[in-house]
């Protein structure tokens, strides 16, 4: 199986760092990366990436945001966006699904098993 | 003309000049008579001083008996005297004021039968007071009674000396105007006791106002009509509208426009029900000026049930909304500002453990395995801390849906298998008879079985199974978790729910815990309307269960089913 394009959108290097690892080290992954919202969309458009997993949390432009412009872009508004987020109340996840994604993980999360969470969120959004 | 009249006619005597005068003289002395009775009426009627209508009672008294003295005595039963509050003629002036002991003789004549009593040798008659007849040289006394409703309240009498007696053909006026006297007392006590309740109500009218201005909530009250007829100063300050322009107003114009559709419908509501279903409208309203007000709306009924308007409490929650979401936020960022570094930590050690910085070497794999271990319990610590600190703080909020109690116990077994085929400890779960579905927030529900389920395997020794029961007991479900550990002492039973508590001698640190499971699930449990518990014999195991209510088929219903 062909490895998917991910574009990860998160401010924090060091999580970006890990985040770029677990799923290079999955196999299942090819990652880009960005460290904002704006940079986000911007690669999107360069790349038009398979999926894109973003930090809810995150200075300028943050992911609600990021996800609302996405989603309103014809041309990339069919890339499912799956949330991750530190903030796991019900309100936060629902901001995120209003906000167009089609999932969300919680941080922490286990760095071996993201690349099958992601796998597993992502199937569900392309079979309704 | 018949000739039967004719004959009755002629059978009369004659009509003389004198018969005509002494008719006319009658017809006179009857008018006079009616003069002062109409005189008397109208003293009673004007309002005027008791004593006013009285001392005319008095004066045409004498008059219509031609008596000498005359006087109104009231029967006081407090020191049991009659008292001569008016009189008129001779000695009016020692007579009125006077008070004569009410003797067992002297009621005697006042009461005996209520009828009148002529006495023409007064100092014969041994029940008048002989004292009194000698100082004021009575002869003879007329006494009648007045009454009130039959009760004998008080007398007219009158007096002459020697050589007046009254004849009993006289009393026929004299026993009216008493009467009067009679009403002219009982208007005087229904007036004073008119303007005794007046003026209690007057005064309960103030000290309510005064309460009302005191209280620190808005009072909005209006009729029946919806228009508002009292506002206190709370109230005023707002919906920033003064009593005066208030007052009159339709009760929807206090409400921002977005609202009032809603309040005219409850106020209806309102008017429809009945005092016993005791409806009420709660609601927290956002006015324009930024203010959250929270209404309480009841419907006013009199005790006959009428409804007669509606009494609004507003009470200004601006702050506290306010404070409410800094708290909710403030949990939040802290949420984020912990959990960050401990994705960091988390995934550097898993990436690492996981061979993704190439090989482990064994003492190395050791110490960066306690390390995972530690992170992992932190991670737990700050959820459980962040439950608390929500479950504290009012914001732990359910998300109700219609729940197989059986489906989310057997996902929490599930997720905890790992843990305890570590243990060597067997996970059995079992239904009993058929439990039904509940409303309640399925996550929550689920985390409440995870920790007791991580409590169990805890504490069961190896080799031994961790029971799980679903049944359903009356009107709820229950789950029951059984182990086969050490138990808990009797006295310590009812602390395991209070956080950090350890039972003696059993560590939860040691084995991961975070020392709250068991009270967010109590918070948790009890939040549904439910119960936990325990039974635990000591040596033998321990049994923690919980109850959730079922709810009628209907609330099932509006709600759509999910299992």
Same mark, same amino acid.
């Given at each position: 199986?062909? !490895?998917?394009?991910?574009?990860?959108?998160?401010?924090?290097?060091?999580?970006?760092?890990?985040?770029?690892?677990?799923?290079?080290?999955?196999?299942?992954?090819?990652?880009?990366?960005?460290?904002?919202?704006?940079?986000?969309?911007?690669?999107?458009?360069?790349?038009?990436?398979?999926?894109?997993?973003?930090?809810?949390?995150?200075?300028?432009?943050?992911?609600? !945001?990021?996800?609302?412009?996405?989603?309103?872009?014809?041309?990339l508004?069919?890339?499912?966006?799956?949330?991750?987020?530190?903030?796991?109340?019900?309100?936060?996840?629902?901001? !995120?699904i209003?906000?167009?994604?089609?999932?969300?993980?919680?941080?922490?999360?286990?760095?071996?098993?993201?690349?099958?969470?992601?796998?597993?969120? !992502?199937?569900?959004?392309?079979?309704? | 003309?018949?000739?039967?009249?004719?004959?009755?006619?002629?059978?009369?005597?004659?009509? $003389?000049?004198?018969?005509?005068?002494?008719?006319?003289?009658?017809?006179?002395?009857?008018? $006079?008579?009616?003069?002062?009775?109409?005189?008397?009426?109208?003293?009673i009627?004007?309002?005027?001083?008791?004593?006013?209508?009285l001392?005319?009672?008095?004066?045409?008294?004498?008059?219509?008996?031609?008596?000498?003295?005359?006087?109104v005595?009231?029967?006081?039963?407090?020191?049991?005297?009659l008292?001569?509050?008016?009189?008129?003629?001779?000695?009016?002036?020692?007579?009125?004021?006077?008070?004569?002991?009410?003797?067992?003789?002297?009621?005697?004549?006042?009461?005996?039968?209520?009828?009148? %009593?002529?006495?023409?040798?007064?100092?014969?008659?041994?029940?008048?007071?002989?004292?009194?007849?000698?100082?004021?040289?009575?002869?003879?006394?007329?006494?009648?009674?007045?009454?009130?409703?039959?009760?004998?309240?008080?007398?007219?009498?009158?007096?002459?000396?020697?050589?007046?007696?009254?004849?009993?053909?006289?009393?026929?006026?004299?026993?009216t105007?008493?009467?009067?006297g009679?009403?002219? %007392?009982?208007?005087?006590?229904?007036?004073?006791?008119?303007?005794?309740?007046?003026?209690?109500?007057?005064?309960e009218?103030?000290?309510?106002?005064?309460v009302?201005?005191?209280? &620190?909530?808005?009072?909005?009250?209006?009729?029946?009509?919806?228009?508002?007829?009292?506002?206190?100063?709370?109230?005023?300050?707002?919906?920033? =509208?003064?009593?005066?322009? &208030?007052?009159?107003?339709?009760i929807?114009?206090?409400?921002?426009? $977005?609202?009032?559709?809603?309040?005219?419908?409850?106020?209806?509501?309102?008017?429809? /029900?009945?005092?016993?279903?005791?409806?009420?409208?709660?609601?927290?309203v956002?006015?324009?000026? &930024?203010?959250?007000?929270?209404?309480?709306?009841?419907?006013?009924?009199?005790?006959?049930?009428?409804?007669?308007?509606?009494? /609004?409490?507003?009470?200004?929650?601006?702050?506290?909304?306010?404070?409410?979401?800094?708290?909710?936020?403030?949990?939040?960022?802290?949420?984020h500002?912990?959990?960050?570094?401990?994705?960091? =930590?988390?995934?550097?050690?898993?990436?690492?453990?996981?061979?993704?910085?190439?090989?482990?070497?064994?003492?190395?794999?050791?110490?960066?395995?306690?390390?995972?271990?530690?992170?992992?319990?932190?991670?737990?610590?700050?959820?459980?801390?962040?439950d %608390?600190?929500?479950?504290?703080?009012?914001?732990?909020?359910?998300d109700?849906?219609v729940?197989?109690?059986?489906?989310?116990?057997?996902?929490?077994?599930?997720?905890?298998?790992?843990?305890?085929?570590?243990?060597?400890?067997?996970?059995?779960?079992? +239904?009993?008879?058929?439990?039904?579905?509940?409303?309640?927030?399925?996550?929550?529900?689920?985390?409440?079985?995870?920790?007791?389920?991580?409590?169990?395997?805890?504490?069961?020794?190896?080799?031994?199974?961790?029971?799980?029961?679903?049944?359903?007991?009356?009107?709820?479900?229950?789950?029951? %978790?059984?182990?086969?550990?050490?138990?808990?002492?009797? &006295?310590?039973?009812?602390?395991?729910f209070?956080?950090?508590?350890?039972?003696?001698?059993?560590?939860?640190?040691?084995?991961?815990?975070?020392?709250?499971?068991?009270?967010?699930?109590?918070?948790?449990?009890?939040?549904?309307?439910?119960?936990?518990?325990?039974?635990s +014999?000591?040596?033998?195991?321990?049994?923690?269960?919980?109850?959730?209510?079922?709810?009628?088929?209907?609330?099932?219903?509006?709600?759509?089913?999910?299992?």
């Amino acid at each position: 199986m062909k !490895a998917r394009k991910i574009l990860i959108i998160e401010d924090e290097p060091e999580i970006r760092l890990i985040l770029e690892m677990c799923l290079q080290h999955s196999g299942c992954f090819d990652t880009i990366l960005a460290c904002d919202g704006l940079e986000g969309i911007e690669m999107a458009r360069e790349e038009a990436p398979d999926l894109i997993l973003i930090d809810a949390v995150m200075p300028r432009l943050d992911g609600y !945001a990021t996800c609302r412009i996405l989603k309103q872009d014809t041309e990339l508004k069919d890339i499912p966006v799956i949330f991750l987020t530190a903030k796991t109340d019900r309100r936060e996840i629902k901001r !995120a699904i209003r906000a167009g994604a089609c999932g969300y993980l919680p941080k922490p999360f286990d760095p071996l098993q993201l690349a099958n969470q992601i796998d597993r969120i !992502a199937e569900g959004a392309e079979s309704p | 003309m018949s000739s039967d009249e004719m004959q009755s006619v002629e059978k009369q005597p004659p009509v $003389t000049i004198a018969d005509l005068s002494q008719e006319c003289m009658e017809v006179f002395e009857r008018l $006079t008579i009616i003069g002062d009775l109409l005189e008397i009426s109208e003293a009673i009627a004007s309002g005027k001083e008791l004593s006013y209508a009285l001392q005319m009672v008095a004066e045409r008294a004498a008059k219509s008996v031609d008596a000498e003295i005359t006087a109104v005595g009231l029967i006081d039963w407090k020191p049991r005297e009659l008292h001569y509050v008016q009189s008129y003629g001779r000695l009016a002036d020692r007579v009125t004021g006077s008070r004569i002991p009410l003797t067992e003789s002297v009621r005697k004549l006042v009461k005996k039968s209520g009828e009148p %009593v002529v006495i023409n040798d007064a100092a014969a008659d041994s029940r008048i007071p002989q004292d009194l007849v000698a100082e004021w040289g009575l002869h003879s006394l007329l006494v009648v009674p007045m009454k009130i409703r039959k009760k004998v309240i008080g007398v007219l009498a009158a007096a002459n000396g020697l050589g007046k007696p009254f004849a009993v053909r006289d009393l026929r006026v004299f026993e009216t105007i008493a009467n009067h006297g009679a009403v002219a %007392v009982a208007h005087a006590e229904l007036h004073a006791r008119a303007r005794h309740a007046l003026s209690d109500l007057e005064a309960e009218k103030m000290k309510i106002e005064a309460v009302l201005t005191q209280l &620190g909530d808005g009072v909005v009250v209006a009729d029946s009509q919806g228009r508002i007829i009292m506002m206190n100063a709370a109230a005023e300050r707002i919906v920033e =509208l003064p009593s005066t322009e &208030g007052c009159g107003r339709g009760i929807l114009e206090v409400f921002p426009k $977005t609202y009032r559709g809603e309040v005219h419908s409850v106020i209806k509501h309102l008017q429809q /029900s009945n005092p016993k279903d005791g409806l009420f409208w709660e609601q927290n309203v956002a006015l324009l000026d &930024g203010k959250t007000v929270r209404v309480n709306m009841r419907p006013v009924f009199l005790k006959n049930g009428a409804f007669v308007g509606t009494a /609004s409490v507003m009470q200004d929650i601006t702050e506290h909304v306010e404070l409410d979401e800094a708290k909710s936020e403030f949990i939040s960022t802290v949420a984020h500002e912990l959990r960050t570094p401990l994705t960091a =930590l988390k995934g550097s050690l898993g990436l690492t453990l996981g061979g993704a910085a190439g090989e482990v070497e064994p003492r190395l794999r050791e110490l960066m395995g306690i390390a995972q271990n530690n992170c992992d319990r932190l991670i737990r610590l700050v959820d459980d801390m962040l439950d %608390v600190a929500k479950i504290e703080s009012g914001h732990l909020s359910l998300d109700l849906q219609v729940v197989s109690i059986k489906d989310r116990v057997a996902r929490a077994v599930n997720q905890m298998r790992e843990l305890a085929s570590e243990r060597q400890v067997k996970l059995a779960a079992r +239904t009993m008879g058929r439990p039904r579905s509940v409303v309640c927030d399925g996550d929550r529900i689920e985390q409440v079985v995870t920790n007791l389920l991580a409590n169990a395997i805890r504490f069961a020794p190896a080799g031994s199974t961790v029971d799980i029961v679903v049944s359903q007991v009356h009107g709820y479900v229950k789950v029951n %978790v059984t182990d086969r550990g050490p138990g808990i002492p009797t &006295g310590e039973q009812k602390k395991v729910f209070e956080k950090f508590y350890q039972v003696s001698g059993q560590s939860w640190a040691r084995d991961g815990g975070s020392g709250l499971g068991l009270a967010i699930s109590k918070a948790i449990v009890e939040q549904h309307g439910g119960k936990i518990g325990l039974r635990s +014999t000591e040596g033998k195991g321990s049994t923690f269960f919980f109850l959730l209510p079922v709810p009628g088929e209907e609330a099932l219903l509006s709600n759509g089913r999910d299992d």
